[in-house]
Structure formats: C-alpha cells, structure tokens
C-alpha cells in the first residue's frame, strides 16, 4: 500500500511540474510586460526587451543563465552578453574565449552582441578582490552606450559563492543605489538557492514557481538540451564534476530573479 502512495505522489508531482511548464510558457511574457512597465512606466513586449547578461567568465552564460538566454531569445528580446574576464586562470584565456562564441551561438547569442573584457585588474581568479569601482564604470558604460532596459546578473552569493561573481553584484548594486543607471532600465540578480535544491534538476520547479520572485525562467527537455550543447562547447571545463552539473543542476532547467531595487535618480556623492 505504502508503495502505491509513494507511486501516486510521484505522478501527481510530475503532473504538477507539466502543467507548471504549461502555465509558465503563457506567463512569462506578461511577467516580463509587468517588469517593464513598472521601470518604464510604459507597455512593453518581448521584442522591446534589450537585455545584459552580466557575467564574470566564460561558462557562466551556460551554467547559470542558459534558461533566461533561451527563453529570451525565443520572445524575440535582443540579448547581449557582457563578460569581465577571459578565463585566463589556467592560462587558457584564447581557447576560452573561443569557447564562448561557440556556447552562445548555441543559445542563440551571435558574436557581434558579445564584449568580453580582458583588464589586468579583473583576473579570472577567485582570491583576487575585483574593484567594485571599475566594474560599475565598465557596466554602466555599456548599458549607456547600447540603451539596455534590462540587466541581469548574479545575487550577493553568486550561485557558487565565487568571490569574481559577487564582485559584480555589488558593483549593480552600487549602481542602483546611486542612481547612475537609466531611468528605464531595470536590474535583476539570479536567485542562488540551497545545496539541496540546487541540485534537484527539474524538481525544484514547483517550489521556484511558488516562491516569490520578480522573474521565473524555465526550460524544457528541449530547451535543456540546448543549453546541454553549449555547456559542452566549454571542453576545457569539462572535468568529471561538470557532468554531474549538468545532468542534476536546476540551473540548467530553472532561473528565478528578484529586483535590485534603485535609489534616486542621478545622486552625487560627496
């Protein structure tokens, strides 16, 4: 009997997950309406969406954005990536870099809409403390210079905790409670969750869609499996733990975002 039980839990919470997957792809475009609307104070579609992917090195747009990157590109948004160093931890900054072209095209990102920065005092290294000064200038440069209304990167722990990846939180951070980003542009930080759940792959998508949050991206078998190919464009990451990442990750199927929130407008600090 209590076999029986388990049996039918387990269908009723994969019926569950289908049916969130089902609501989810009539949603999303009136979630990301509602985002900018409230930013811009005007109605918006998919197609006026210009997004900034902000990430720290090559591998990131995959391992931890590849559902937001697909599920934008397939509402027709403009998406862009912004990446602040080349991977040269192992001295293997040009292969990585190539790597990345190869991943984003995967996930529908041409190379004409991909910066990534090589500055000595942004090394790929997590013991290296990145300036939160320079970051902030290097991204509000660009979002300036191609009129993004959507920024997107990662949470004040970073997913994995990795010290390049916080550094660029607080750098959006910073921006926002100055005021130096554009009046309609507006600023979201990847959702890192707990040890268990991260790695719970799809299973984790009845408790992301219930949790509050600003943005909710998910993917389905066919949309992992595309950011499964671009994953694996990154050959020279691909140890054996990285196997185990992509086949149990929620990053790879789910992304939930919440709001920075920003300060006034244009602020001088003396």
């Known amino acids: 009997m209590s076999v029986y039980l388990v049996f039918v839990i387990v269908f009723l919470y994969l019926v569950w997950i289908k049916c969130i997957y089902y609501q989810h792809r009539r949603t999303l475009a009136k ?3 509602r985002i900018m ?3 811009s104070g005007r109605e918006t579609d998919g197609a006026d969406v210009r ?3 902000v990430t720290a090195h090559p591998d990131d747009e995959c391992m931890f954005f590849a559902p937001t990157i697909i599920r934008l590109v397939e509402l027709n948004a403009s998406v862009h990536l912004l990446c602040l160093s080349e991977g040269n931890y192992y001295s293997q900054g040009a292969h990585r870099k190539q790597e990345l072209l190869n991943s984003c095209a995967v996930l529908g990102i041409p190379a004409s809409r991909i910066t990534i920065v ?3 005092k942004l090394p790929d290294d997590p013991k290296a403390e990145w300036s939160v000064s320079l970051i902030s200038s290097v991204i509000v440069k660009h979002v300036r210079g191609h009129s993004f209304n959507m920024v997107l990167t990662f949470d004040g722990r970073g997913v994995s905790g990795h010290a390049n990846h916080t550094a660029i939180h607080k ?4 921006l926002a409670s100055t005021g130096q980003v554009p009046h309609d542009c507006c600023l979201l930080s990847l959702v890192t969750v707990g040890l268990f759940r991260k790695y719970v792959s799809l299973l984790d998508l009845p408790l992301s869609w219930l949790l509050t949050s600003s943005l909710c991206c998910a993917v389905t078998s066919q949309g992992y499996r595309q950011a499964k190919a671009a994953m694996l464009c990154h050959r020279s990451q691909l140890l054996w733990f990285r196997y185990l990442y992509i086949t149990f990750s929620r990053y790879m199927f789910i992304n939930t975002f919440r709001m920075i929130p920003q300060g006034p407008k244009n602020l001088k600090i003396y």
């Open 31 to 33: 979630s990301l309406k």
């Open 51 to 53: 997004a900034l992917i």
């Open 118 to 120: 090589d500055h000595k």
């Open 37 to 39: 609307d409230v930013v």
């Open 171 to 174: 750098a959006v951070s910073h």
